[in-house]
């Protein structure tokens, strides 16, 4: 039997690469597949990799488990494809997951009797939610940053970056200026300072602190990991959150000091790293949200549905909510 994952990935500006291949990356086969999607100056293809597994778990509920082994197997291996034609073609390169992103192939009749027997593929697809800044600019507002416009410039930064690892090493460095501390040593005073509305907890903070050192060291000292965007783009928003929160909220600036002072609330905000939303009656905030595929990975590319799908795929995915 074969696993396949099947995301689309873009490049910008196109490089001058052939547009149609197929590749073994060890015991994976990774192949393009021509996509409808309207191009300029960038190429946007489908990605197929596949790698042949056991027959997965039909668990007692009768839905079919992905093997998540091979499935990170596979991702990884998409990735470093994406990252090598990144770097032959001097471009920019964004991976999102197609619809379906997984299948399964067999040739087995009793294997493909079994699936069709299950409730399909268990997964669920969830949303990154994030909400409206600061919506007034007036001079009050602006007379209590006069002793932090260089965090003003860190998450100014973090909003120009395109990926989420970016956004993430601006949002760590905002945290250490603030309280002048590392921010491995900052997880209690983090938590202690924001605002308890936000449902923000130590194990949510902690992993934070725990995605730093593999997202931005790779000299093996600290880490044998090298993280990438897609392990930092599930806390960013949270993250977002938080540093407006210590920009306008934290009293003593460049100091140890937790102590809050009452200047700024946003009119929205997510609750706990579920996304869930408070919003004050009466506003009208700019909610965004960001769709992420079945496994929680990539964004989905809502654009990328593949109809019809290849006949010899069994891509059945089930309508019940992941654990």
Wanted: charged share 25%; net charge neutral.
């Amino acid at each position: 039997m074969q696993l396949l994952r099947i995301v689309t990935a873009t490049f910008d500006p196109a490089p001058k690469l052939q547009k149609s291949w197929s590749l073994q990356f060890g015991n994976t086969k990774i192949s393009t597949m021509k996509i409808n999607i309207e191009e300029s100056k960038t190429w946007t293809t489908l990605l197929v990799a596949e790698r042949k597994i056991d027959f997965p778990t039909i668990d007692q509920n009768e839905y079919v488990i992905i093997p998540e082994q091979d499935r990170r197997q596979l991702e990884f291996a998409i990735e470093t494809i994406a990252n090598i034609i990144s770097v032959f073609g001097r471009c920019k390169r964004f991976i999102s997951s197609a619809t379906p992103c997984v299948a399964l192939v067999t040739e087995v009749g009793e294997e493909l009797q079994k699936l069709n027997n299950s409730k399909g593929i268990l997964g669920k697809r969830m949303s990154i939610t994030s909400a409206s800044g600061v919506n007034e600019l007036d001079s009050d507002l602006l007379s209590q940053l006069q002793d932090r416009f260089p965090a003003v410039a860190l998450i100014a930064e973090a909003h120009s970056h395109s990926l989420a690892a970016g956004k993430f090493h601006e949002y760590v460095r905002l945290f250490e200026y603030a309280f002048a501390m590392q921010f491995s040593q900052l997880q209690k005073k983090l938590l202690q300072f924001l605002n308890p509305v936000y449902g923000y907890t130590s194990d949510e903070i902690k992993s934070w602190t725990q995605i730093r050192d593999p997202l931005t060291h790779a000299d093996g000292k600290k880490s044998n990991e090298i993280y990438l965007d897609s392990d930092a783009r599930k806390v960013v928003q949270r993250m977002e959150q938080a540093a407006y929160d210590v920009l306008f909220n934290k009293k003593i600036w460049h100091d140890k000091s937790r102590e809050r002072r009452d200047v700024w609330s946003p009119i929205a905000a997510t609750t706990n790293n579920a996304h869930d939303l408070i919003i004050k009656q009466g506003s009208e905030p700019s909610i965004l949200f960001q769709v992420l595929d079945e496994f929680g990975v990539f964004p989905m590319n809502l654009n990328a549905i593949l109809n019809p799908v290849p006949s010899e795929w069994w891509c059945k995915m089930s309508d019940q909510d992941a654990n």
